[in-house]
């Protein structure tokens, strides 16, 4: 009796020796590896993106593949390009401009490497070159902005001068806060888009084309409407060089809401933020995971967003997250 169940025993031992090393075994041949090509550095929002996505991959167990293409596109293709020939289960990317994606697209395509888009969007007439697209919706970002000016202009008879501070040329971010605006703005002829220049969504970039308003329009300008706050913060400090009070002489928009956006809010040099967040990185993770497993995913993710005016800032600002 004594001898039956020490085998059964050692018989129940093996199996479950045989088990456990047959489960790790598909473990690691189930590791997904995820090619991610970022935008680059550019903003607060961009550097918080980078951190939503690489600890939601640790946190995920997906092996990432992470490149940094310093704001060209080309550095964009190169990468996509690479992450085929290393064959990674799945690429995404954060396209710097809209159009000029069908071939490198079309190459992971004919790789069988799905493709998904965060943050922006592609002009493509083949959308099945890319599985779904996972961020904010930036035409309405601009038509709420649009609408807070309505609002906060309702009563004046105008002209309203607005000088915009573009995001990069070619970017959806630009291209739709700018339609945005447009949409709402046109139906009221005492708006104007006196200036608009892009100063590629950068402090600096912001702060220069700033000092060019200034000394082009000087207090002619009623609104500075800048593409996001990192150029608004740069376009403040011009403004102040410049003699001109943000936020009291010229009501500044900016879109973003990252906690420097909250600062200059406080301070009384930004008037409205609106919000777009960059903590995609578990949506993305999770999108990655389903896709892997053959999963359906809705084609469009659209990220819940608000607009933070300044006189909540104060009572807000603890508890933003980036
Ligand atoms: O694509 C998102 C935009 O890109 C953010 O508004 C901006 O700050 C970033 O650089």
Partial sequence: MRLISRLAFAAFVSTALTFAA????????????????????ES???????????????????????????QKQENQIRAIRSFIAQKVNVIAFSPVVESGWEPVLNEAKAAHIPVILT?????????????????????????????WLEERY??????INIAELQGTVGSAP????????M???????KFKIIASQSGDFTLAGGKQVMEAFAKSYGKQINVVYAHNDDMALGAI?????????PGKDVTVVSFDATKGGFEAMIAGKINVDVECSPLLGPQLMSAVKDVVAGK???????????????NVAAQTLPSRKY
């Fill in 22 to 41: 047959g489960t790790s075994a598909s473990a690691q041949e189930k590791q997904i590896t995820l090619g991610f090509s970022q935008v680059g550095a």
């Fill in 44 to 70: 607060a929002w961009r550097t918080a993106n980078t951190v939503s996505v690489k600890s939601a991959a640790k946190d995920a167990g997906i092996n990432l593949k992470f490149s940094d293409a310093q």
């Fill in 119 to 147: 943050d922006r969007a592609v002009d493509v007439k083949d959308t099945s070159l890319y599985v779904t697209m996972i961020g904010s919706d930036f035409l309405e970002e601009g038509r709420r902005a649009g609408r």
């Fill in 154 to 159: 309702k009563n004046e008879p105008g002209p």
């Fill in 174 to 181: 630009a291209n739709d806060r700018h339609a945005g605006l």
């Fill in 183 to 189: 949409e709402v703005v046109k139906k009221d002829p």
């Fill in 237 to 245: 400090q011009a403004m102040e060089e410049a003699g001109i009070k």
């Fill in 296 to 310: 359906q995913v809705p084609k469009r993710i659209v990220t819940n967003e608000t607009v933070f005016p300044m």
